[in-house]
């Protein structure tokens, strides 16, 4: 693939006297610097309008901790942007001690002063999360929930497991989450091993792919937890630089809520067992007493 003029004149708005080479999604000037590159069919401009502006706002609240947008936009009705380039690394324990202090001190401190939620839709993998404000983290994740919920009715395959969503939402969200006393705080919003990395360069860790939105911070650790691979050191340093939100008696109850919402996204995308690790997590949920 070579670089359509479209992307050639945004690449030259930034280097102007540079030369480029290579095809998308990497991309090199002949002053040296190198550019990731994205360019969308037109029924794509949603995704990439979601992911270039959670980009920013993590730019925004935590300098270096993501690739930042140089340039995005809409051109003959394809979507398209240009980042930063990273040559990444896994985590190791110290880049992930790294990161989770960065996102105690930085990202999670980010708040957004028109409440709950985000002002585009983003994409949790291919799952549309059509955000919006909310005045209350209770009334904004009862609603991704019930988005889910309603896109796993649509297919009458999960009526057991929607029932029991259903119960949640009535039943278990409001206590569990009505009285939190916390602020609207800037998520990644899907930050599983494989979305994070260390950059090659500066051993620094780095985060990307995000369905950003602002809501409990707890609430982005959850993926993290059900997949494995980002290092123990990154949960410790997290909560060393910011502790678990009261009642801490029920951090782990959260971590059950928080956890099913993923399942439920993969029950959507993926099927399968995941339909069976959202319902255990709805079992335990509704048979606790809260």
């Given at each position: ?42 029924n ?16 925004a ?15 003959d ?7 930063e ?47 919006g ?6 009334e ?9 919920l309603d896109?796993l ?51 620094l ?72 690790s959202?319902?255990?997590k ?9």
């Open positions: 693939m070579t670089i359509s003029a479209m992307l050639l004149e945004q690449l030259k708005k930034l280097r102007p006297n540079a030369d480029f080479s290579g095809s998308p999604p990497r991309i090199k000037s002949s002053d040296g610097a190198t550019f990731f590159v994205k360019f969308g069919s037109t794509e401009t949603e995704q990439f309008t979601g992911e270039a502006e959670s980009l920013k706002a993590i730019h609240a935590a300098p270096g901790l993501a690739p930042q947008v140089l340039a995005s936009g809409i051109s009705g394809h979507p398209y942007f240009i980042s380039y990273k040559d990444m690394g896994r985590l190791s324990e110290r880049s992930g001690q790294d990161l989770g202090k960065r996102l105690a001190l930085e990202l999670h401190q980010y708040t957004s002063h028109q409440g709950f939620g985000f002002h585009v839709p983003t994409f949790c993998g291919a799952t549309r999360m059509k955000n404000w909310y005045e209350t983290w209770e904004c994740y009862s609603e991704m929930i019930k988005d889910l896109a009715r649509s297919t009458s395959r999960y009526s057991t497991l929607c029932r029991k969503g259903d119960q949640v939402r009535a039943n278990v969200i409001p206590k569990l989450l009505g009285s939190l006393k916390i602020k609207p705080v800037l998520l990644h919003g899907d930050l599983w091993s494989g979305n994070t990395g260390v950059d090659s360069k500066t051993g860790p780095i985060i990307f792919d995000p369905s950003s939105f602002y809501g409990h911070s707890e609430a982005d650790l959850a993926i993290a937890r059900i997949f494995g691979g980002i290092p123990s050191s990154f949960f410790r340093a997290y909560h060393e630089h910011l502790p678990k939100t009261e009642p801490v008696e029920q951090y782990e109850l959260r971590g059950d809520l928080y956890e099913m919402f993923h399942y439920l996204n993969h029950t959507v995308l993926f099927g399968g067992g995941y339909a069976s959202a319902e255990r709805m079992d335990v949920l509704l048979s606790t007493k809260l």
